[in-house]
Nanobody
Framework: QVQLVESGGGLVQAGGSLRLSCAAS????????MGWYRQAPGKQRELVAV???????NFADSVKGRFTISRDNAKNTVDLQMNRLKPEDTAVYYC??????????WGQGTQVTVSP
């Protein structure tokens, strides 16, 4: 079992920045990717950014150039730096970990609200 705990959400004005952090614990053997998804009210959960153990990170088109993702394999953490935030970035952000079997793990979510 894998546990994911997010931190760093909050309220920010448009144009501002926030940094989300996720700490993973438990049986992390076989985890080959970590990242972030988000879900806005009335919308489906969507990928924000995912970084595999090997290879390049993948970003949603809507956040490219504004968000960066970093992973510390020694500390089992993944961070999402969000710059130039827009009201449409408002959502609950979920930390995500994928096992090589395809099984997905999710954090409890953290609210990000961007005011106009």
């Amino acid at each position: 079992q894998v546990q994911l705990v997010e931190s760093g959400g909050g309220l920010v004005q448009a144009g501002g920045s926030l940094r989300l952090s996720c700490a993973a614990s438990g049986n992390l053997i076989g985890i080959n990717a970590m990242g972030w998804y988000r879900q806005a009210p009335g919308k489906q959960r969507e990928l924000v950014a995912v970084i595999p153990s090997l290879g390049m990170a993948n970003f949603a088109d809507s956040v490219k150039g504004r968000f960066t993702i970093s992973r510390d394999n020694a500390k089992n953490t993944v961070d999402l730096q969000m710059n130039r935030l827009k009201p449409e970035d408002t959502a609950v952000y979920y930390c995500y970990a994928r096992h090589r079997s395809g099984l997905a793990y999710w954090g409890q979510g953290t609210q990000v609200t961007v005011s106009p």
